[in-house]
């Protein structure tokens, strides 16, 4: 038997090295739960102009909040995010991206071998990283979904430390049936949105 040697070269990669590439492989999840808001068909938004003020006030403020706007069914809450949309430039929106969701939507694609809940944190890190704004329709949903045996905690929930601390900024809205719903199970959450109210 004859020992014969043969060079190996091998790559030694350093933590932070490791760390990009481990970044470069990890799939986008933002995209999988939400839609990007594409140019369609223009929204008109007759008798809305105070509304309208109020959330350019509030997007072109030092320290942007998450906003809720309250009204009834009709009045108009989801042609004024389309408006926003397609004059964001109007409203200070110049690089950032608004993405679409709804729960039931969230809940399919985040459910997974890790589980929701940190597939969510890492949506979360991105809405963060890439400037976005994440638009929910139907925001109650989220306070119904994510629930199983064992774990109390909804999707909104969940997301409820990530809007306190400013992390993401979410857009969303209800009508005042549904806000008072909301109050009830969870005291205080609507206190971290700017509340725009329709009359």
């Known amino acids: 038997m004859k020992t014969v040697s043969c060079p190996v070269n091998l790559d030694f990669y350093s933590l932070n090295e490791l760390a990009e590439l481990k970044k470069g492989d990890k799939k986008k999840l933002l995209p999988e739960v939400a839609e990007l808001l594409q140019t369609g068909p223009i929204f008109q938004t007759f008798g809305l102009d105070y509304e309208k003020k109020q959330l350019n006030r509030a997007l072109q403020g030092k320290f942007r909040r998450s906003l809720l706007l309250i009204g009834p069914s009709g009045i108009g809450k989801t042609s004024l995010i389309y408006d926003l949309y397609q004059q ?11 993405w679409e969701t709804n729960a039931s939507l969230m ?29 929910i329709r139907s925001f109650p949903d989220m306070f119904e979904t ?4 064992g774990n109390s905690t909804s999707l909104a929930g969940y997301l409820r430390k990530y809007i306190e601390r400013g992390e993401i900024t979410v857009i969303t809205e209800c009508t005042p049936e549904e806000a008072a719903r909301i109050e009830t199970l969870s005291p205080g959450y609507l206190s971290l949105f700017h509340t725009i109210t329709f009359e």
Do not use: H, M, P
């Open 146 to 149: 994510g629930q199983y045996i």
């Open 88 to 98: 964001k430039n109007d409203y200070g929106l110049t690089s950032e991206k608004i």
């Open 107 to 135: 809940i399919r694609k985040l459910t997974g071998d890790g589980g929701w809940q940190q597939n969510l944190a890492n949506v979360c890190k991105e809405i963060s990283r890439e400037n976005s704004i994440l638009f």
